[in-house]
């Protein structure tokens, strides 16, 4: 059990040190100040039930630094129940560049996002979620990259909006160590995640890889099912926008239930993948947490030394602590770094309970 232990939290260590190396490495993506994009751009809202986030997202896709006869916004009803469709059709009275479509044909995300990308007519397609918030410089950041990159595949950064209560805080630090890694590996050429809530590709990258056909029978992975048919076709084709302008921010999960159901269901997904390489770190990563969890259990028993366990949780600690600096200090997240020792304490039983219910979980998108 020593042996083992060593191993694990070994491999873990170095991992995290390379993904430390690369984002550190990176650096912030600037935009000219006489760039004046030259691509026309489809952006893809699928929707259900979402009236009280609706406003807000689109306040700030309307108020964009951005020529509006350059992008096109499509919002997609996916047989909402509430008032959101009609706020939007109002919105679009006002807006020439604002269109809403409702989903007829089937139904859930992948089913709304195909006929939105059928519908338009931007040559690089945008999607985020209906609850995202963001910076108004944000679709000429991700143009300019698109444009100066010569890249098809455009990972993009998320972060939580801040709040003051512990689930807030261990959100915000934990989806930035997300983000950090989906981040670094990207940087290093080897991409392992991305967030369809903010992702971007081009039209015509979909339309080769068959869109969604071959994993239309999941509810979710959109975005990592795609992003892996790209790492396997077009390797060379993907890249990651390192600006936090280009980040949209969404709300954290009001309860701990929602937080738990939600990261259950993204893990859910990596029994699924068909790229090795993902489902090695979701490997390591869950078995360095698991193992220390085990190893709280054994060391009463005498069945691990408790130097041994004390020493890689220590190490593990203080490389978490340095790449979540980097990160939490490139969101202007800084400020909450004094709750990383609360989050590394609470984090491997976390992991023990979405890594457990995920291997029996079922991926769903808005109840389906």
Not at 212 to 225: E, K, M, P, T, V
Not at 290 to 308: C, K, Q, S
């Amino acid at each position: 059990m020593n042996s083992l232990i060593i191993i694990f939290f070994a491999a873990y260590f170095l991992m995290v040190l390379w993904m430390l190396r690369h984002w550190v490495a990176a650096r912030t993506h600037l935009v000219s100040l006489d760039f004046k994009p030259t691509k026309m751009i489809t952006i893809l809202v699928p929707f259900r039930n979402e009236c009280q986030a609706l406003p807000a997202l689109l306040a700030d896709l309307t108020s964009q630094h951005f020529p509006p006869n350059k992008f096109e916004i499509i919002l997609i009803d996916d047989h909402s129940s509430d008032k959101g469709p009609d706020l939007v059709e109002q919105k679009c009275s006002q807006h020439h560049n604002l269109r809403l479509v409702k989903l007829t044909d089937g139904s859930g995300k992948k089913a709304a996002l195909t006929l939105g990308i059928s519908t338009g007519s931007g040559q690089l397609v945008i999607t985020l979620d209906a609850d995202m918030r963001l910076h108004s410089d944000w679709l000429r950041t991700i143009s300019h990259y698109w444009e100066t990159a010569d890249k098809r595949f455009i990972i993009l950064p998320i972060s939580i909006a801040e709040g003051r209560s512990p689930l807030n805080i261990f959100q915000v630090i934990e989806t930035d160590s997300l983000i950090g890694s989906t981040g670094a590996f990207a940087r290093a050429g080897q991409p392992i995640m991305c967030n369809g809530g903010n992702l971007a590709f081009e039209k015509s990258l979909f339309v080769e890889l068959g869109g969604y056909d071959d994993n239309l029978h999941i509810a979710s992975g959109d975005d990592i099912f795609l992003l892996q048919k790209t790492k396997k076709a077009f390797p060379n084709s993907i890249g990651w926008i390192h600006a936090r302008q280009a980040a949209a921010v969404t709300s954290p999960s009001p309860s701990l239930k929602s937080f738990l159901n939600q990261r259950i269901r993204w893990g859910a997904k990596t029994k699924y993948y068909k790229d090795p390489l993902p489902q090695w770190v979701a490997a390591v990563v869950a078995g360095s947490n698991l193992i220390l969890v085990l190893g709280l259990i054994l060391w009463p028993m005498n069945l691990v030394e408790g130097t041994v366990l004390v020493v890689s949780f220590i190490s593990k600690t203080l490389v978490d602590g340095l790449f979540l600096w980097q990160v939490t200090r490139f969101f202007n997240h800084g400020k909450w770094f004094w709750a990383f020792p609360f989050v590394a304490i609470v984090y491997p039983f976390y992991i023990l309970i979405s890594a457990t219910f995920g291997l029996f979980y079922s991926p769903r998108w808005k109840g389906r």
